[in-house]
């Protein structure tokens, strides 16, 4: 990688790391979506160094006073997701190429109609929804952490349509997510897959993940509820709208001239 890629490496991780500290979620799928549109590192790099980045996130975004967090809302989204990954992670080896096209298709079909419903529901519940649907919502959340790196969509769903603060919503969407890299690092390491030019690329853009999200934490914008919620809207439909254009050509390739 020459100097310039480097540079516009860092660039993309900084934008990631500002969006995934202002909504707790979407780091990995804007550096991700911006390495692959500009072809700078290899995809399976760079979802092991997202891995690796997102713990840094969550060290910077969570560091200093003890974070806001309900534990009755925390456990079973993060027992649920980390279970939800093993799982993920097996059904990636078991499934074949199509299915997986297919799933891929779906499921940003579902993303899509998920971030038009959240705002069209632009007011929170009136209570919290009972403790099955935060199972729920973390199981599938980590079986898509497992199959596509892009577990967000159902739990961010989830959490910010309920009558829950913003700071409690963020901070466990990054415990969920930090907790789920931990999971697919170990898996990665235990499998003998660890790069050492994965983890010099990690090392070389730790320092600015942790200062951007120092700085993002001690100087935040000043967002409404609304506005935060219109953000996590384009982020999802933007998550969505990539997985069905990533499969088309695949389905295509696939259909019978």
Known sequence: MSLQVHLIFLCCVALAT???????????????????????????EVAVVISILTLGNAMGALGGPKPQLDRAVLMPVLISSLLGVSLGVWGLGALNGSQLTWLRLLLGVLIVAASLMLVVQNKPKAQVSRQPSFWLAGGLCGLLNGLFSSGGPPIVYHLYRQPLGYEIIRNTLITVFSANAAARLGLVVAQGQMQQSTLLLSAEALPLVLLVSWLVRRHPPKLSPRTVRWLVFVLMALAGVSLIWDSLPGLLAATPA
């Open 18 to 44: 500002v969006a995934q500290s202002l909504t707790g979620f979407a780091f990995g799928l804007i550096l991700m979506g911006l390495v692959a549109s500009l072809q700078m590192v290899p995809l399976t």
